[in-house]
């Protein structure tokens, strides 16, 4: 508990600030049961007003929480997330921001994430950082993403306004992933187009082990030791888990690659891909699944420009 504490101080004050009176709800399941009692403690010490949820666990990234928890956190005025699978892409995060409520999703955190790494970045830091990159994304039509292990792909943004994950959440509708640190998009449906190879991880593999074929917008093929366990996944949904629903960059210097998404996908000298819904930010496929793909030392171009070389921040 005395470790998970370090990172949910930073949590509270840092990037929600709480305050005293503040309507605090904490969603959880049993399996993260310690880090949001960690949460609880370091909102009671701001005054804030909590109440814990612990929910059953859920069965994939995407999935509606009941709706006992979605009509909860419509009426929080902050809301915490340490679960299992993401509450990001669903429709109960996405009412709950537009009924005002600040949204802290953390999907497979661990006590070990809360103690150390991107948990502890300087958040001030990583905001102004990510808000470069979406700055530069939202302005641009056309992304090129070339990676030295094989990756090739292109698709459009014209029009997609581009998501700042700062891990500063302070205003009314204000949401994101703590820890925190990457700028998002979604592709334009049916543009995306070339061969991605995930070689950081996916699926909770490390190193890669994901091989896919995008054709107008979709994966079509999937290849790899870790493809069975991804196309297992998609095939409950159907044919809109197929979609490449998101692009993003990671922005926060602390994070590590450790096999696990929530802190994979914010790692500096990265990009990820991610397949299934993106309605929640700017995209027209809802899904109920979302699943992301780490790739290493990229190189993308925006309109031709170079954004990122040999994974090199150029802003």
Same mark, same amino acid.
């Given at each position: ?6 990172g949910a101080r930073i949590a509270v004050k !840092?990037?929600?600030? &709480?305050?005293?009176?503040?309507? +605090?709800?904490? &969603? ?50 902050? +809301?915490?997330?340490?679960? !299992? ?5 669903? /429709? ?10 600040? &949204? ?6 661990? =006590? ?12 001030? /830091? ?50 994101? @992933? ?24 996916? +699926? ?13 917008? =979709?994966?079509? =093929? ?28 990671? !922005? @926060? ?9 929530? =802190?994979?996908?914010?790692?500096m000298r990265t990009c990820h891909i991610a ?9 027209? +496929? ?30």
């Open positions: 508990m005395h470790g998970s504490l370090i !840092t990037c929600m600030s &709480v305050k005293s009176g503040e309507r +605090v709800l904490i &969603v959880t399941d049993p399996p993260r049961r310690k880090i949001a009692e960690a949460l609880l403690e370091a909102v009671r010490i701001v005054g804030g007003k909590t109440m814990l949820i612990c929910m059953p666990t859920g069965t994939k990234h995407g999935e509606e929480p009941p709706k006992l928890v979605a009509d909860a956190m419509r009426t929080a005025d902050i +809301v915490f997330a340490p679960t !299992t699978y993401s509450l990001t892409h669903t /429709q109960a995060r996405l009412h709950a921001c537009k009924a005002g409520a600040r &949204v802290a999703t953390m999907p497979m955190i661990t =006590e070990d994430m809360m103690r150390r790494g991107a948990m502890l970045a300087d958040y001030n /830091q990583v905001r102004k950082l990510t808000l470069k990159v979406a700055k530069v994304l939202d302005k641009a039509s056309e992304v090129e993403v070339r990676t030295r292990a094989g990756t090739h792909l292109t698709f459009g943004i014209r029009g997609r306004r581009a998501h700042s994950d700062t891990g500063i959440f302070h205003k009314p509708g204000d949401f994101g @992933n703590l820890p925190a640190g990457e700028a998002f998009i979604a592709p334009l449906e049916g543009t995306a187009d070339g061969r991605v190879i995930v070689d950081g991880s996916m +699926v909770d593999a490390l190193h890669g082990g994901i091989e896919l074929g995008v054709k107008k917008g =979709e994966a079509i =093929e999937i290849l790899g030791k870790h493809s069975g366990k991804l196309t297992r996944m998609l095939d409950k949904v159907g044919k809109r888990a197929y979609n490449l629903a998101e692009f993003g960059i990671g !922005t @926060n210097p602390n994070a590590r690659l450790i096999g696990n998404v929530l =802190e994979d996908e914010k790692v397949l299934g819904d993106n309605s929640t930010f700017g995209g027209k +496929v809802r899904a109920g699944i979302h699943v992301d793909g780490i790739l290493l030392k990229p190189t993308v171009r925006l309109d031709g420009k170079i954004l990122m070389l040999d994974g090199e921040l150029k802003v």
